[in-house]
């Protein structure tokens, strides 16, 4: 038996579909097979919350009087991208601030709008007969803005490389802290409740698909830049209203030696049309697989070193080098299942409903690198890991704590662990103060005794 999506959208009209998470989707199709499930179940849920650097709003200040035509603009010190008519700017998630370095970025700007506050706006121009003013400084809030339009290049990757170090110290990366010598594995994705992996065909995630974004309803506008079907690592471009979005589920965070970036929650209902849709939204951890990437190698080329797993990789520990490793995710599989459970909700009220695409994304793209000219010099390396001395225990903060699970394989007294629904939680009376944690956390809810927190740094003013 067969519905289409009308059929499934007059259910949810009149109260009476039936919705699940992706994950009890898995179980469902295991246990009665994909067409018992598809007669079932209408709509599949997903949710993924991790960070997504390649996101950032498009602003609009509206005029001043005299006008001008914003040449270059930052906010909070953080500058923005112009040259998009005169009053428009893009704050990228990832843009450092100038005066306050790579813990206070774009991302924080993004979440300090959406929490109310007020946010510098700093302008340059050249002056023309039409824009004669030249500089302009003022405060703004979210509510001043005529728009603020969450749209990000690529988001929601379909698999995502996890990540170690076979190299001799620690290395600071997108992919969090990597301690030497295979001390850890990270990975990110939330695996069976991953909206592509829910559907890998793209046949219900397309351009124009309604979607969960930050917390309000968004739409997928294209494939992601960095779309690679052919490779397994498709992504989608996304947008929303920043201004109904919730900042549970927009957070800036900031990984220490790396930068500023932005955790995001997506989630996307897929409709359950016949078996073929069930069995691909019936995938579970055991059957999505990623390659282990050696970070320690410095080149684009760096070696996969085995493929694991989703359930190996949330078990804990992977076998590696002949050893047992230690994992942790990167991204909040607890905040990924609140994602999935918002969207049913939605769904089960009658709030939401689905859209066919208006076109299917690409299944045959593929990617290709930036050659380097050869007489172009080698930049910089990562900068080691700071070295300490102190003995005190370090601080947890669970208010900020975003549950990306990032500190579990981190330290040796296994202080940081979590609960069978990964929550997290933390017996800091058994911390050694080795500090091996203290620069791991992005968002800063570890802290060592005496440091003050990163809010506070976010609270200064910018200087002008
Ligand atoms: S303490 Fe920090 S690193 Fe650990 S789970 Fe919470 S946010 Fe992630
Ligand atoms: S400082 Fe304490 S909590 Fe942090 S890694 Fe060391 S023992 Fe664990």
Redesign the pocket.
Known sequence: MSKTLSDINDKIVRGAARVVRADEMATLVRAKGPERAAEEVDVVTTGTFGAMCSSGVWLNFGHSDPPIKMSRVWLNDVEAYTGVAAVDAYIGATQPSQSRGIAYGGAHVIEDLLRGKPVVLRAVAYGTDCYPRKKIVTTITLADLNSAVMSNPRNGYQRYNAATNSGPRALRTYM?KLLPRFGNVTFSGAGALSPLSNDPGYRAIGIGTRIFLGGAPGFVTGPGTQHSPQSGFGTIMVQGDLKRMSPEFVRA?TFPGYGSTLYLGIGIPIPILAAESARAAGVGDKDIFTSVMDYGVPSRTRPALREASYAELKSGAIELAGREVRT?PLS?YAAARRIADALKTWIERGEFLLTAPSENLPTQATVKPLERRPSQPDGPGPKPSPASSSNGRVA??AG?????????SICPRSV?SRTRDWA?R?DISACAGCRL?VD???????RPPGRSKLGDARRRQVAL
């Open positions: 969090g965070a942790s909040s947890w903060d900020t704590c975003i549950e990306c699970g990032e500190c579990l940081f997290i933390a944690c791991v956390c992005p968002v800063g809810a570890i």
